[in-house]
Nanobody
């Protein structure tokens, strides 16, 4: 019923920028608190960025992993039912499959188990 589709991944050099998109269908984006996670080969899925639950009805707050804070920005366009992840100053260690996810309760924004719906993932590869 609810589907999330990521796009925008690719191969690029360190120091470059990339914007990922996540299109949500089946429900209005405003009903969810959205987040981004990533998983590198041989590693666990890790939190990247998320909106707070209160962002559904106000400007709200955003949260970032220490490893990406200052370089990545999460944003949304409710009219287009799309959430974005702007990634600047990319590093080789940013290489991973990136997933967008949606939670419909407050939960813990940094824990994957808090999110009910997940996209299929999009590959981001950063070469040195």
């Amino acid at each position: 019923q609810v589907q999330l589709v990521e796009s925008g991944g690719g191969l690029l050099q360190a120091g470059c920028s990339l914007r990922l998109s996540c299109a949500v269908s089946g429900r209005s984006l405003s009903r969810y608190a959205m987040g981004w996670f990533r998983q590198a080969p041989g590693k666990e899925r890790e939190f990247v960025a998320a909106f707070s639950w209160s962002a559904n009805w106000s400007a709200g707050n955003t949260y970032y992993a220490d490893s990406v804070k200052g370089r990545f920005t999460i944003s949304r366009d409710n009219a287009k039912n799309t959430v974005y992840l702007q990634m600047n100053s990319l590093k080789p260690e940013d290489t991973a499959v990136y997933y967008c996810a949606a939670r419909d309760s407050s939960g813990s924004y940094y824990q994957p188990l808090s999110y009910r719906y997940w996209g299929q993932g999009t590959q981001v590869t950063v070469s040195s």
